[in-house]
């Protein structure tokens, strides 16, 4: 079974920086694409970051590029969000996903972490 | 940006009724349209890919069409537990964008 179990999230003040952090299990992690997606409170989903199986390519909307930074660790099958210079609208539930085949889609969502950025 | 417009905004179902969901991208994603349903409190959940293509777990019941700018997903019989957000979302350039939802409720 397919888990990704999302941590790291919490209160933060604006400017300053946070790293989420994706454990994965069930699957055998170096062979898929990873995402990140969010979500505002009481708003709609937006992708953030999206990192090939080997970590070499990564992809960002503008909203966050030069901000945050998508990694992964292959041999703890982990994914991280590294969020710098956050701001108030970055304020959101922070998902881990897979994507799947030609990863332009989520095949399997995580919980989320909630991320607060207030002063 | 590919922006995906959903209609209705929020939509009163009574159960066993069959019900489409639009959704209308700014320009052409092909058949790159993804459906996902979110229930209260709960992640995400894919439901159809690449426009129609089943999702194995999904029941049935739900299915997708369209091509190019307008797609429709269907519900053939709601049931109570379709009671749900509806969000579909474009992988055919980046960056990756998802419509603003459409919510299912009682009627």
């Known amino acids: 079974e397919v888990q990704l179990v999302e941590s790291g999230g919490g209160l933060v003040q604006p400017g300053r920086s946070l790293k989420l952090s994706c454990a994965a299990s069930?699957?055998?992690?170096?062979?898929?694409?990873m995402a990140w997606v969010r979500q505002a409170p009481k708003k709609g989903l937006e992708w953030v970051a999206t990192?090939?199986?080997?970590?070499?390519?990564?992809y960002y909307p503008d909203s966050v590029k030069g901000r945050f930074t998508i990694s992964r660790d292959n041999a703890k099958s982990s994914l991280y969000l590294q969020m710098n210079s956050l701001k108030s609208e970055d304020t959101a539930t922070y998902y881990c996903?897979?994507?799947?085949?030609?990863?332009?889609?989520?095949?399997?969502w995580g919980q989320g972490t909630l991320v607060t950025v207030s002063s | 940006d590919v922006v995906l417009t959903q209609s209705p905004a929020t939509l009163s179902v009574t159960p066993g009724e069959r019900i489409s969901l639009s959704c209308r991208a700014s320009?052409?994603?092909?058949?790159?349209l993804h459906w996902y349903q979110q229930k209260p409190n709960e992640s995400p959940r894919l439901l159809i890919k690449y426009a129609s293509q089943s999702i194995s777990g999904i029941p049935s019941r739900f299915s997708g069409s369209g091509s190019g700018t307008d797609f429709t997903l269907s519900i053939n019989g709601v049931e109570l537990e379709d009671l749900s957000i509806y969000y579909c979302q474009q992988g055919n350039s980046l960056p990756y964008t998802f419509g603003a939802g459409t919510k299912l409720e009682l009627k």
């Open positions: 320009e052409s994603v092909d058949t790159y």
């Open positions: 996903a897979r994507h799947q085949g030609s990863p332009n889609w989520f095949a399997y």
């Open positions: 990192i090939s199986t080997s970590g070499s390519r990564t």
């Open positions: 069930g699957f055998t992690f170096s062979n898929y694409y």
